[in-house]
């Protein structure tokens, strides 16, 4: 049969040809031969090229026939596995087949579908299948979103059914408590589901040139989309068949303008006007990916309406997780890394485990990354997938493009334990062999360049060190040039030896700022308000150019000290690594201070400023904080408690088991006796800074063992609430930082720990034991921590 195909097409008017051509597109549905697509190309061209004229003709009585609703049908599903599982097949060819030739031929659909008057008209159903399926196309091939019928085809859906008030009326009936399945027709599931699809996928392919901003579509339509899904996702497990549908594809829109509008605005802030709104979103969100019957109907491509829920939605954790405002709203949901973790280990769709890790990264520290060995996982699976795209002639791994592998691996890049990975699995040759077709690889590697190992893998590759040091003509591109100088500046080995040039008392700073230009209007005003009180500043408000690195290191090189800016967006950026770092390294006088609420240092970041005091400007008044500040820089540098100070990475990695920390004099390190009645106060600093108690030190400054042990027994048996309240106001007098409870919760488990250990451990037991009931017969009085 299929070897008259091409006979069969050529006589398309006539109604039996028009079964045998069924036929033969059923067939070809079951076994899927790619043979089929070329040795029939030009009928199949003819075929899709009548049918697309056929829809812009007033000819509702053929649609309504059986023959032809079942060749519409088969039809639709032969262009849907032609997007999905012919791999050998190019773009080009499947864009041939699938993207209607003249936007005449929209143009006729369009007035076609204006001037029916029944919402469940068969002909709105019939050409919903052609639309979705250009959708899905462009959304696995988006180098297709210039495609003149693409342009032409979402430019009319959004200025003539998104941005409309049928629209909105449609949206008002989905965020109704009790929704009625009458309210799903044709017509408002193709306004849902085929018109949100569409610009979805042209949204995500990055179009230029828009007729409306995200801003503009998320400010229209975003209170009723909100409220849908905070409505429904609160009885999740009895959505209808098209009620799923309909919230897939408001959420995969809605991810998309977010996408779409990059970092030219803020769509969390666009929704909601405060902080509680967005939790109760994001909590939404949760329900979804915590939901399992989903996870039952997940395919291995985006094919299947809860393949792609799952996606959208865990894409749309991804861009919270990169706002640095609402990551720690993830943070404080525990529950949610156990239930990511087993969907990566479920999941069949490798789409999901991609935003999985890209999740995880952003909201687990370094240590619990590395305690539940993510890094391994992660590293191992992104570049498996990594390698099997790039060998694949599509550039994809199934269908996944590199660019999008690549772009949530930027974020692994800057994990430490990633690095390593990285560094121990030997993957620099390959994203090197990949870096000129794929430039954003050169900020991965900037990243990696971090560690120790890179560095070194690096410098052995004599031909990327010669384009690093001469580039070619393609790196002309400002911004690939500055991240080619900050590869350059980490594979130095001199730094610590760096000559500075003679300067003039004029020419040196007193202060200088480092920052993230994400945090740029709080960091303008720290600065001004300093300049007021003499200081002389050296700040990067306009972004250097030129070789920028050469600028930082001489400005850390003529300043007496440096403001460390803390933030997320700090942590992340590979500028303020290398700056903090080199700073560091010359022995800057560093003053930490907190931009964001709720951040905690973290990485590379905790490393450098762990021990030292910082001001938190999310607590106090802004006056207040910036005396703070200025007391904090005119304060003497001093090594907390006389004897220690921060060790450098090289120095513990060198250090004997012994020598757990660093002293800054020639003295060797205290023994601490096992007893810990026997401790003196040194013993007692000893032992809480070596096991990250750096706060916690500061409170408890001049406590001996006894003393230790006495505040113990206070936490244990006294009401929690009123022991942290307690606490906190001696962290703030003493440290000016709130106290920390991952700090108290280790204590706790150290001291637990450390008691059973001391020796005579009954006698000290039983003592602990004897004073905790004791405290049961005595009431709580207020007091202060001595």
Same mark, same amino acid.
């Given at each position: 049969?299929?070897?008259?195909?091409?006979?069969?097409?050529?006589?398309?008017t006539?109604?039996?040809?028009?079964?045998?051509?069924?036929?033969?597109?059923?067939?070809?549905?079951?076994?899927?031969?790619?043979?089929?697509?070329?040795?029939?190309?030009?009928?199949?061209?003819?075929?899709e090229?009548?049918?697309?004229?056929?829809?812009?003709?007033?000819?509702?009585?053929?649609?309504?026939?059986?023959?032809?609703?079942?060749?519409?049908?088969?039809?639709?599903?032969?262009?849907?596995?032609?997007?999905?599982?012919?791999?050998?097949?190019?773009?080009?060819?499947?864009?041939?087949?699938?993207?209607?030739?003249?936007?005449?031929?929209?143009?006729?659909?369009?007035?076609?579908?204006?001037?029916?008057?029944?919402?469940?008209?068969?002909?709105?159903?019939?050409?919903?299948?052609?639309?979705d399926?250009?959708?899905?196309?462009?959304?696995?091939?988006?180098?297709?979103?210039?495609?003149?019928?693409?342009?032409?085809?979402?430019?009319?859906?959004?200025?003539?059914?998104?941005?409309?008030?049928?629209?909105?009326?449609?949206?008002s009936?989905?965020?109704?408590?009790?929704?009625?399945?009458?309210?799903?027709?044709?017509?408002?599931?193709?306004?849902?589901?085929?018109?949100?699809?569409?610009?979805?996928?042209?949204?995500?392919?990055?179009?230029?040139?828009?007729?409306?901003?995200?801003?503009?579509?998320?400010?229209?339509?975003g209170?009723y989309y909100?409220q849908?899904?905070?409505?429904?996702?609160?009885?999740?497990?009895?959505?209808?068949?098209?009620?799923?549908?309909?919230?897939?594809?408001?959420?995969?829109?809605?991810?998309?303008?977010?996408?779409?509008?990059?970092?030219?605005?803020?769509?969390?802030?666009?929704?909601?006007?405060n902080?509680?709104?967005?939790?109760?979103?994001?909590?939404?969100?949760?329900?979804?990916?915590?939901?399992?019957p989903?996870?039952?109907?997940?395919?291995?491509?985006?094919?299947?309406?809860?393949?792609?829920?799952?996606?959208?939605?865990?894409?749309? @954790?991804?861009?919270? #997780?990169? %706002?640095?405002?609402?990551?720690?709203? $993830? &943070? +404080?949901?525990?529950?949610?890394?156990?239930? =990511?973790?087993?969907l990566?280990?479920?999941?069949?769709?490798?789409?999901?485990?991609?935003?999985?890790?890209?999740?995880?990264?952003?909201?687990?520290?370094?240590?619990?990354?590395?305690?539940?060995?993510?890094?391994?996982?992660?590293?191992?699976?992104?570049?498996?997938?990594?390698?099997?795209?790039?060998?694949?002639?599509?550039?994809?791994?199934?269908q996944?493009?590199i660019?999008?592998?690549?772009?949530?691996?930027?974020?692994?890049?800057?994990?430490?334990?990633?690095?390593?990975?990285?560094?121990?699995?030997?993957?620099?040759?390959?994203?090197?062999?990949?870096c000129?077709?794929?430039?954003?690889?050169?900020?991965? @590697?900037?990243?990696? #360049?971090? %560690?120790?190992d890179?560095?070194?893998? $690096? &410098? +052995?590759?004599?031909?990327?060190?010669t384009k =690093?040091?001469?580039?070619?003509?393609?790196?002309?591109?400002?911004?690939?040039?500055?991240?080619?100088?900050?590869?350059?500046?980490?594979?130095e080995?001199?730094?610590?030896?760096?000559?500075?040039?003679?300067?003039?008392?004029?020419?040196?700073?007193?202060?200088?700022?480092?920052?993230?230009?994400?945090?740029?209007?709080?960091?303008?005003?720290?600065?001004?308000?300093?300049?007021?009180?003499?200081?002389?500043?050296?700040?990067?408000?306009?972004?250097?150019?030129?070789?920028?690195?050469?600028?930082?290191?001489?400005?850390?090189?003529?300043?007496?000290?440096?403001?460390?800016?803390?933030?997320?967006?700090y942590?992340?950026?590979?500028?303020?690594?290398?700056?903090?770092?080199?700073?560091?390294?010359?022995?800057?006088?560093?003053?930490?201070?907190?931009?964001?609420?709720?951040?905690?240092?973290?990485?590379?970041?905790?490393?450098?400023?762990?021990?030292?005091?910082y001001?938190?400007?999310?607590?106090?008044?802004?006056?207040?904080?910036?005396?703070?500040?200025?007391?904090?820089?005119?304060?003497?540098?001093?090594?907390?408690?006389?004897?220690?100070?921060?060790?450098?990475?090289?120095?513990?990695?060198?250090?004997?088991?012994a020598?757990?920390?660093?002293?800054?004099?020639?003295?060797?390190?205290?023994?601490?006796?096992k007893?810990?009645?026997?401790?003196?106060?040194?013993?007692?600093?000893?032992?809480?800074?070596?096991?990250?108690?750096?706060?916690?030190?500061?409170?408890?400054?001049?406590?001996?063992?006894?003393?230790?042990?006495?505040?113990?027994?206070?936490?244990?048996?006294?009401?929690?609430?009123?022991?942290?309240?307690?606490?906190?106001?001696?962290?703030?007098?003493?440290?000016?930082?709130?106290?920390?409870?991952?700090?108290?919760?280790?204590?706790?488990?150290?001291?637990?720990?450390?008691?059973?250990?001391?020796?005579?451990?009954?006698?000290?037991?039983?003592?602990?034991?004897?004073?905790?009931?004791?405290?049961?017969?005595?009431?709580?009085?207020?007091?202060?921590?001595?």
């Amino acid at each position: 049969m299929a070897s008259s195909f091409d006979l069969l097409v050529a006589q398309l008017t006539v109604d039996a040809n028009l079964r045998e051509i069924t036929n033969v597109l059923k067939s070809q549905n079951s076994v899927l031969e790619s043979t089929f697509i070329s040795e029939f190309y030009q009928p199949i061209l003819t075929l899709e090229r009548w049918t697309w004229q056929l829809f812009g003709k007033n000819s509702h009585q053929n649609f309504q026939q059986s023959t032809y609703f079942d060749f519409f049908r088969t039809l639709a599903l032969f262009n849907k596995n032609l997007v999905f599982h012919y791999d050998t097949i190019d773009s080009v060819t499947k864009a041939a087949v699938i993207i209607p030739d003249t936007i005449e031929w929209i143009n006729d659909i369009f007035t076609q579908l204006a001037n029916i008057t029944d919402e469940n008209d068969i002909y709105i159903y019939i050409v919903s299948m052609w639309f979705d399926n250009l959708s899905l196309f462009l959304f696995d091939n988006p180098e297709h979103e210039a495609s003149p019928a693409i342009v032409h085809i979402n430019r009319y859906i959004a200025q003539n059914y998104i941005m409309t008030d049928q629209y909105k009326f449609y949206l008002s009936q989905l965020a109704q408590p009790s929704v009625s399945q009458t309210i799903f027709t044709a017509k408002q599931l193709f306004y849902i589901k085929t018109c949100s699809l569409s610009l979805s996928a042209y949204l995500f392919a990055k179009a230029q040139d828009f007729l409306y901003t995200s801003s503009d579509i998320l400010q229209h339509l975003g209170p009723y989309y909100t409220q849908i899904i905070i409505l429904h996702t609160q009885t999740i497990e009895s959505w209808s068949s098209s009620l799923l549908t309909c919230i897939t594809h408001l959420i995969s829109f809605f991810v998309s303008c977010c996408w779409w509008g990059g970092e030219k605005n803020s769509p969390i802030r666009i929704l909601f006007a405060n902080d509680a709104g967005a939790g109760v979103y994001i909590d939404a969100l949760i329900r979804i990916v915590e939901h399992k019957p989903f996870r039952q109907y997940l395919s291995s491509q985006q094919s299947s309406d809860h393949t792609i829920l799952l996606d959208r939605t865990l894409f749309s @954790l991804i861009n919270i #997780s990169q %706002n640095q405002e609402m990551i720690w709203f $993830l &943070r +404080s949901k525990p529950m949610l890394v156990d239930v =990511l973790i087993e969907l990566a280990e479920t999941s069949v769709y490798d789409n999901v485990c991609l935003c999985i890790f890209s999740i995880l990264a952003e909201i687990l520290s370094n240590e619990r990354l590395k305690e539940l060995k993510i890094p391994d996982s992660a590293s191992s699976y992104f570049f498996r997938i990594l390698e099997d795209a790039w060998n694949h002639p599509l550039k994809k791994f199934k269908q996944i493009p590199i660019y999008y592998i690549l772009k949530l691996y930027i974020t692994l890049s800057k994990i430490d334990a990633i690095q390593q990975t990285t560094a121990n699995t030997n993957k620099i040759p390959l994203l090197i062999e990949m870096c000129d077709e794929y430039p954003m690889i050169f900020d991965i @590697l900037w990243a990696l #360049s971090f %560690n120790h190992d890179v560095q070194q893998q $690096l &410098r +052995s590759n004599s031909s990327f060190m010669t384009k =690093l040091n001469h580039p070619p003509k393609e790196y002309n591109n400002e911004q690939i040039r500055k991240i080619v100088q900050g590869i350059l500046w980490n594979l130095e080995t001199t730094h610590k030896d760096r000559t500075t040039s003679l300067t003039s008392d004029e020419k040196m700073f007193d202060i200088m700022i480092s920052y993230s230009h994400k945090d740029e209007v709080i960091c303008r005003k720290i600065y001004d308000e300093l300049i007021k009180t003499g200081y002389r500043i050296w700040i990067d408000f306009d972004q250097l150019h030129g070789n920028v690195m050469d600028a930082m290191a001489q400005a850390i090189e003529r300043s007496n000290a440096i403001v460390i800016c803390m933030s997320e967006e700090y942590r992340r950026s590979n500028y303020c690594r290398a700056e903090a770092h080199y700073a560091f390294q010359r022995q800057l006088k560093m003053v930490p201070i907190l931009l964001k609420e709720h951040y905690q240092p973290d990485g590379w970041l905790l490393f450098l400023v762990g021990q030292l005091f910082y001001i938190d400007f999310t607590k106090y008044e802004f006056s207040q904080a910036i005396e703070m500040l200025n007391k904090e820089l005119k304060a003497p540098v001093i090594n907390d408690f006389g004897l220690l100070r921060i060790c450098s990475k090289e120095e513990i990695e060198n250090a004997e088991p012994a020598t757990p920390f660093c002293l800054s004099t020639a003295s060797s390190v205290s023994i601490i006796p096992k007893n810990l009645h026997e401790w003196n106060s040194t013993h007692v600093q000893d032992w809480m800074i070596t096991h990250d108690l750096s706060q916690l030190s500061r409170v408890f400054a001049n406590f001996n063992g006894s003393s230790l042990i006495h505040m113990y027994e206070f936490i244990e048996k006294l009401d929690l609430q009123q022991v942290v309240t307690l606490l906190q106001d001696d962290s703030v007098r003493r440290t000016g930082q709130n106290l920390s409870l991952v700090e108290l919760s280790h204590f706790r488990s150290l001291m637990k720990q450390q008691i059973q250990s001391s020796p005579p451990f009954s006698s000290t037991l039983k003592r602990t034991k004897r004073n905790l009931n004791k405290w049961k017969h005595k009431p709580l009085v207020s007091c202060q921590i001595i």
